[in-house]
């Protein structure tokens, strides 16, 4: 029997209210601490679907004979201890690799990461990888923390908005309609950074449309109009930052106009985004992964914070470097250790004070060598890592080079597939766990902008499937020698014990509000805005960067052209769960090619045609969307769909700091699909 409970969408990393609705029989909002109407976008109000879908995961699955059949969990775990116990004994313990999940509870992921530490690993990943590990990267270097410098409720006293690579009317809707929307109808301006016009562009007041893969250029270059116009805030650069000369001093050497077209853009353009930056009283920059999903993401991020310092947009209301993250617990999946480098609360493995802390609650020191990241394991899948552990991930859609990443998945001694669907990913998995959805779990996740918010149960899982904090119990107890508590509260009172940022809170704090991190041990309330009088390194200064231009990994020859890749409205991730609603897929049932009308016209495209792109990695068809909303020489397609596999031709060369995969740059051939050409 349904319960109408408060709990969390489980898309994008808003932190929307829902909870069941008896009356409509599907998702409905409630007043949660962000979308405080109980507003929702298409995602959120077709949550349901996916609750009583009939193609839910219900029984364990075990592969016999190279068919998967249905088994006991009993039958299931005893595998799995088997095989799990066989390869940490023949190949050692860095020879298993975790997926956490970006899509789950900080509760669930805790548990699963602590589980990889006590069999002697930092083998474990999130999706972060794959989104904004370099803007992590870049945003710890330099401030000491990667999230959100400001509060979503503060945001709006922003005079400018500078928006970097990322779409929020169309992927953080709630966010852009309830938070920028209202401060831009009150006067404030917004400049857009993206190679596309799309919704977001339709509210702003200068585009700059970037060539993928050449944002350094363009930010250097408003970094510099902004020291040759005198817009430089000097009293904050003197008590607030280092390294002023050398930056200064590289900007004076760069020809602002040349540096646009470069990058793409109009030279006067590009100027007058600089000084409205610059001459605003308060400016408040947000980034999203047009910026960060490069082999050089780290250093556009470095290059992007130079702004906000240049010009003392840190530290208060309305300003600040914020990250619109992409998965619901994106944020909270990093901040309880489920990533390879750090442990709880970003505390580095290798640092010996932050191992003997967690070592006193759990009663064993975690590794203190690194882990791999999630894209350097399947790359020594079948070699150095023999078995792997995907709980709510779908990596055979959303790792780059995905036929390469697909032959690895083959080459594994035993692969579990902890799910609620039969993915993609299924399809090479020995063992398959039936887990559970947003509506029949409790616990917590943490939003965009740092606010943990809990979770509640409204319905139970179907058939035979079990809560995924009670299978990760089982996984613990049986594979890693862990008794964990057996409640979602039990599990969050102990990970707080180890997380200083989290030590403060409670699920009685909580409630059906919210808490926000930083909320050390006896605060009163959570830090709003990050970096006000020191910044969160412990520092009262923050150096700048000297940044150079790299080129993309990918050359491109005169007859090819960039292909970028992002979301849209109705869609999230590798779609596993959104292409399963009707509704959705009525709205967007399938992918299609935007081409700029000048490119589709040299290569005889005609919009609605069909069309095959292809480079050496792969191969895909698609219908053309023949736009002039892409810039020419660039093409436009999403990761949401298994057909066309989109990151068949993403390629899988990584940033050397953030190890994430350049997504947003690939040389792709476009032509007619020759079948299809043969029916006109």
């Avoid at 992590?136 to 400018?160: K, P, Y």
């Avoid at 290059?303 to 914020?322: E, S, W």
């Avoid at 309880?336 to 802390?357: E, I, K, Q």
């Avoid at 959705?584 to 399938?590: A, D, F, K, T, V």
Wanted: with cysteine.
């Amino acid at each position: 029997m349904a319960t109408s409970s408060e709990s969390v969408c489980p898309y994008c990393g808003v932190g929307c209210g829902i909870r069941y609705d008896a009356d409509r029989g599907s998702a409905a909002g409630w007043n949660g601490p962000v979308n405080k109407r109980g507003e929702l976008c298409p995602k959120g109000a077709a949550a349901w679907d996916v609750v009583e879908h009939d193609e839910r995961l219900t029984t364990p699955l075990v592969r016999v004979n190279g068919r998967l059949v249905e088994a006991t969990w009993d039958e299931a775990f005893d595998r799995i201890e088997r095989e799990f116990s066989r390869a940490v004994a023949d190949h050692g313990p860095d020879s298993v690799f975790f997926f956490a999940s970006s899509n789950c509870t900080n509760e669930e992921n805790y548990l699963l990461q602590k589980a990889a530490r006590a069999l002697g690993t930092n083998n474990i990943d999130n999706c972060a990888r794959l989104c904004h590990a370099s803007t992590v990267a870049a945003m710890g270097d330099r401030f000491g923390a990667g999230a959100m410098t400001n509060s979503l409720s503060d945001l709006g006293e922003a005079d400018v908005f500078l928006v970097t690579g990322a779409n929020p009317a169309e992927q953080h809707p709630v966010i852009f309609r309830s938070y920028l929307l209202p401060a831009l109808k009150s006067g404030t301006t917004m400049i857009h950074v993206d190679p596309r016009e799309n919704q977001t562009t339709k509210a702003a007041d200068i585009h700059l449309p970037v060539e993928p893969g050449f944002d350094i250029p363009l930010l250097n270059a408003m970094a510099a109009v902004i020291v040759e116009e005198g817009l430089v805030d000097e009293a904050f650069v003197a008590e607030r930052t280092t390294g002023f000369e050398a930056l200064g001093e590289s900007l004076s050497e760069l020809d602002v106009d040349a540096e646009a077209e470069r990058a793409g853009v109009d030279p006067a353009d590009l100027r007058a985004a600089a000084r409205a930056y610059g001459e605003a009283g308060r400016a408040a920059t947000f980034t999203g992964m047009g910026m960060s999903q490069h082999h050089c993401g780290t250093d556009n991020v470095q290059a992007l914070i130079n702004l906000p310092l240049l010009t003392g947009n840190v530290g208060k209301a309305g300003t600040g470097v914020n990250p619109l993250r992409g998965q619901n617990n994106v944020q909270g999946a990093g901040d309880v250790g489920a990533l390879p480098n750090v442990l709880p609360g970003y505390r580095p493995v290798t640092d010996d004070d932050a191992r003997a802390a967690v070592s006193d609650v759990w009663g064993f020191e975690p590794p203190a060598l690194p882990g791999l990241t999630e894209v350097e394991a399947t790359h020594r899948f079948g070699d150095e890592v023999r078995a792997a552990y995907v709980f709510g991930e779908n990596p055979a859609v959303t790792e780059p080079n995905a036929n390469r990443v697909r032959e690895a998945f083959k080459s594994l001694d035993f692969c579990v597939v902890h799910d609620v669907f039969p993915t993609e990913t299924v399809e090479f998995a020995d063992v398959v766990l039936p887990g559970s959805v947003w509506a029949e779990k409790s616990g917590t996740v943490t939003n965009t902008d740092r606010q943990v918010i809990r979770m509640n149960r409204n319905v139970a899982p179907p058939g035979d499937a079990c809560a995924d904090l009670d299978i990760l119990r089982e996984f613990a107890a049986r594979v890693a020698g862990l008794d964990a508590p057996a409640t979602p509260e039990g599990v969050f009172d102990e990970l707080r014990r180890v997380t200083p940022i989290y030590a403060g809170m409670s699920y009685d704090g909580i409630g059906t509000g919210s808490q926000r991190w930083p909320f050390p041990e006896g605060a009163v309330e959570g830090t709003a805005i990050l970096h006000a009088e020191a910044f969160a390194s412990g520092s009262k200064t923050a150096p700048f960067r000297v940044v150079e231009h790299v080129d993309p990994v990918d050359p491109v020859a005169d007859d090819e052209l960039v292909l970028t890749t992002g979301r849209v409205l109705q869609h999230f991730n590798s779609g596993a769960l959104t292409r399963r609603s009707g509704v959705l897929m009525r709205m967007r049932g399938e992918d299609s090619l935007q081409i700029h009308p000048d490119d589709a016209a040299a290569r005889g495209i005609d919009d609605g045609a069909t069309v095959r792109v292809e480079n050496d990695r792969g191969a895909v068809t698609v219908a053309a969307e023949v736009t002039p909303a892409i810039r020419r020489g660039t093409v436009f397609a999403t990761f949401h769909y298994a057909d066309p596999l989109v990151n068949r031709l993403t390629g899988d060369a990584l940033d050397p700091v953030a190890k994430i995969p350049e997504y947003k740059h690939s040389a792709v051939r476009v032509t007619v699909e020759p079948e299809a050409a043969g029916d006109d």
